[in-house]
T-cell receptor, first 114, second 111 residues
Framework: NAGVMQNPRHLVRRRGQEARLRCSPMKGHSHVYWYRQLPEEGLKFMVYLQKENIIDESGMPKERFSAEFPKEGPSILRIQQVVRGDSAAYFC????????????FGNGTRLTVT | GQQVMQIPQYQHVQEGEDFTTYCNSSTTLSNIQWYKQRPGGHPVFLIQLVKSGEVKKQKRLTFQFGEAKKNSSLHITATQTTDVGTYFCAGYGGSQGNLIFGKGTKLSVKP
């Protein structure tokens, strides 16, 4: 019974490159959340998606960041033209029923921008 | 927008001592969730509180939800080294369903 799968675990990108982070939710879960965490800090909400729909993207930077959760395949968080300030751990979480349901987190992707 | 605040930010205790972290929301919450993140790990769901004044226990951990549903606490009795990690509270913001996390309390336990 696989949990939330994120890949890659570690990603190194040079400034200006693109970063693609993938997340496969738990089996049976159709709600996906992305959070960003800086060292020694809390979890900052970025975006909440259901299949083919963005429900809430109030935490996403207006530029360079985008997210999708297609009908088939994993959810993707895409960061274009990365800058050093994008270096962080990005966690994906899924839930069965959305609001008021516990979140199950993946192991995260540690993005380092050089 | 909604804010969830946690104190203290850090807590260092001797093994066997008790530990408490407090969580306050700027708005009334429908429920509150608690998560634990071990160093280098990912957040793991601990518990959810829904009712006003609710108290739940998990072994040495006691969780409370305030009467006004705007605050909560987690108390650990007789801490052990396995309790080390960061404890987060989280509540749902607005009507969209995004879970807002507090900044967490980082617990270290000296053996």
């Amino acid at each position: 019974n696989a949990g939330v799968m994120q890949n890659p675990r570690h990603l190194v990108r040079r400034r200006g490159q693109e970063a693609r982070l993938r997340c496969s939710p738990m089996k049976g879960h159709s709600h996906v959340y992305w959070y960003r965490q800086l060292p020694e800090e809390g979890l900052k909400f970025m975006v909440y998606l259901q299949k083919e729909n963005i429900i809430d993207e109030s935490g996403m930077p207006k530029e360079r960041f985008s997210a999708e959760f297609p009908k088939e395949g994993p959810s993707i968080l895409r960061i274009q033209q990365v800058v050093r300030g994008d270096s962080a751990a990005y966690f994906c979480a899924s839930s069965a029923a959305g609001e008021r349901s516990p979140l199950h987190f993946g192991n995260g992707t540690r993005l380092t921008v050089t | 927008g909604q804010q969830v605040m946690q104190i203290p930010q850090y807590q260092h205790v001797q093994e066997g001592e008790d530990f408490t972290t407090y969580c306050n929301s700027s708005t009334t919450l429908s429920n509150i969730q608690w998560y634990k993140q071990r160093p280098g790990g990912h957040p793991v769901f601990l518990i959810q509180l829904v009712k006003s004044g609710e108290v739940k226990k998990q072994k040495r951990l006691t969780f409370q939800f305030g009467e006004a549903k705007k605050n909560s606490s987690l108390h650990i009795t007789a801490t052990q080294t396995t309790d080390v990690g960061t404890y987060f509270c989280a509540g749902y913001g607005g009507s969209q369903g995004n879970l807002i996390f507090g900044k967490g309390t980082k617990l270290s336990v000296k053996p």
